[in-house]
């Protein structure tokens, strides 16, 4: 039975008063959040670290870009996100654009990670054990992996084989860090004490809890600043081994293919490239075909 015209007046009414009266559902996020963060914030964002990088950001990473941006909101003293990208695109500064780029790179490394690599590459280097090598380790990250490298070297060549590597990353600031070479000894944990003993310095005093690589190690290596996607690579001379591990997972597809194509031309033919476990080239066996687990050569 419906109710009598004034009784439902009455009724909606005490129904609005209800909801006036019960507190709106709260965005608990937006509410501890420093600065106001949108969905046309995040989309920003997406396009310009996807121009300037090659990075496909997908949808799930709102809190992380959030979080890692709203440091530079504090470093240049804006108050909003967009005016900070207002004024990165306006002023075109490289060298906030390179903190911008910092701020979102992710560098997750280990020494001698994925051991297989290092035992294909010491099988590689014995079969010309005088050198010369030349190699490019294209995500150095904060040094672990190309110290690994210059280690399975000295390790397998002869004495006074010419053997180099170029060390490169796009990010700028842990690129500093793997010049310096200095870790903390709890990081060094998974390493022998033979390779403890012939290839770091033991920090003393204030430096204790510390290691440095020895300068045999940091002798071999030249770091630079690359960025995969732009077509100004500086190399005149091509590699003999490339590893890009554990980078194109950040790229889509097209992107992918254009930085494999460029990697194809700095490697000499025959050369080997080494690349993270989760990624697959089986689409591009017109440049590289499949060698043993994750590990290609150039076609």
């Known amino acids: 039975m419906k109710p009598e015209p ?42 310009l670290i996807y121009q300037h990088a090659g990075i496909s950001l997908h949808d799930g990473k709102h809190a992380m870009v959030y979080s890692r941006l709203s440091r530079r909101l504090r470093e240049t003293g804006h108050r909003g996100f967009g005016a900070y990208l207002d004024w990165l695109e306006q002023h075109q500064d490289a060298g906030e654009w390179q903190e911008f780029v910092n701020a979102l ?18 099988s590689l280097l014995r079969k010309r054990a005088a050198g010369p090598w030349s190699i490019w380790c294209n995500a150095a990250s904060t040094g672990e992996e190309p110290y690994s490298i210059v280690m399975t070297g000295l390790e397998t060549l002869s004495a006074g084989a010419s053997f180099k590597l170029t060390a490169s990353d796009i990010d700028s600031r842990v690129l500093a860090k793997a010049a310096e070479g200095v870790y903390r000894l709890d990081g060094l944990k998974g390493l022998s ?45 091509p590699f003999d081994v490339v590893f890009c591990r554990n980078v194109m997972i950040y790229f889509d597809a097209e992107t992918q293919r254009r930085v494999l194509e460029r990697i194809h031309r700095v490697l000499k033919p025959g050369g080997t490239l080494f690349v993270g476990h989760a990624e697959n080239f089986s689409d591009s066996r017109d440049l590289f075909v499949l060698r043993g687990k994750t590990a290609y050569d150039r076609v």
């Open 6 to 47: 004034a009784l439902a007046h009455a009724a909606t009414g005490r129904r609005a008063a209800a909801r006036a009266a019960s507190p709106a559902p709260v965005d608990e996020d937006a509410q501890a959040r420093e600065f106001a963060w949108s969905g046309a914030d995040f989309v920003r964002v997406q396009k």
């Open 105 to 122: 790179t992710t560098n997750l490394t280990a020494f001698f990670r994925e051991q297989h690599h290092f035992d294909i590459l010491a």
């Open 193 to 237: 004490q033979e390779r403890l003993q012939r290839f770091f310095l033991r920090g003393k005093g204030g430096n204790a809890g510390l290691a440095r690589v020895r300068p045999e190690l940091r002798r071999a290596i030249d770091f630079l600043n690359v960025n995969l996607i732009r077509d100004d690579w500086p190399f005149r001379e």
